[in-house]
Nanobody, 113 residues
Framework: QVQLVESGGGLVQPGGSLRLSCATS????????MSWYRQAPGKERELVAT????????NYADSVKGRFTISRDNAKNTLYLQMNSLEPEDTAVYYC??????WGQGTQVTVSS
């Protein structure tokens, strides 16, 4: 069955960096567009970034443009999110998503001094 397992979250100071990973299995990873979402306390889940099957097309929410980079390694069936210049407003649970409403369990990112 489809499995999406996020990792790499944690506590980081403002201005710091984190790299999230999403290890996948149970489907042909290279055949699907993949996305990162996040949900902050008391807020709706929002789309952060999307990457095409080959990685040639990437789209970002305005709030993260220039700071976050989505990437993928189709040989490793893994999705990544490099997050730089983190701000307290980036604090949220981050989820990877496969179209068809498949979600990982999420990884907590907390940006605080």
């Amino acid at each position: 069955q489809v499995q999406l397992v996020e990792s790499g979250g944690g506590l980081v100071q403002p201005g710091g960096s984190l790299r999230l990973s999403c290890a996948t299995s149970g489907f042909t990873f290279s055949s699907y567009t993949m996305s990162w979402y996040r949900q902050a306390p008391g807020k709706e889940r929002e789309l952060v970034a999307t990457i095409s099957r080959t990685g040639s097309i990437k789209n970002y929410a305005d709030s993260v443009k220039g700071r976050f980079t989505i990437s993928r390694d189709n040989a490793k069936n893994t999705l990544y999110l490099q997050m730089n210049s983190l701000e307290p407003e980036d604090t949220a649970v981050y989820y990877c998503r496969l179209s068809g409403n498949y979600w990982g369990q999420g990884t907590q990112v907390t940006v605080s001094s």
